[in-house]
């Protein structure tokens, strides 16, 4: 019933930025939290970023200071703006959602595909 949609993923040479998009989408009534994982290739899926309801937002020490994390709530999208890139951040990003369909429903952790960021050196 909830999709998560990622996009803005692509090639950027080292000291580039890209963001990163995450629409989503089917029955909501809030979001409780958002959050940006990576898994880059031979390592385990890591935290990038995450967001409060309240807004409050944490990053990993790798990103911190170059990512940042942003949400729309008219359009249920939350954003990675990713500046001075380097080629540790190439990996696979994932987006995910804890959502709550139905006032005084469940709520429920989504995630997104993933759309792949690679950056050249």
């Known amino acids: 019933q909830v999709q998560l949609v990622e996009s803005g993923g692509g090639l950027v040479q080292a000291g580039g930025s890209l963001r990163l998009s995450c629409a989503t989408s089917g029955t909501i009534f809030s979001i409780s939290a958002s959050g940006w994982y990576r898994q880059a290739p031979g390592k385990q899926r890591e935290l990038v970023a995450t967001m409060t309801s309240g807004g409050n937002s944490n990053y990993a020490d790798s990103v911190n200071g170059r990512f940042t994390i942003s949400r729309d709530n008219a359009k249920n999208t939350v954003y990675l703006q990713m500046n001075s890139l380097k080629p540790e951040d190439t990996a696979v990003y994932y987006c995910?959602?804890?959502?709550?369909?139905?006032?005084?429903?469940?709520?429920?952790?989504?995630w997104g595909q993933g759309t792949q960021v690679t950056v050249s050196s």
């Open positions: 995910n959602a804890v959502v709550w369909a139905t006032p005084g429903g469940s709520v429920r952790t989504y």
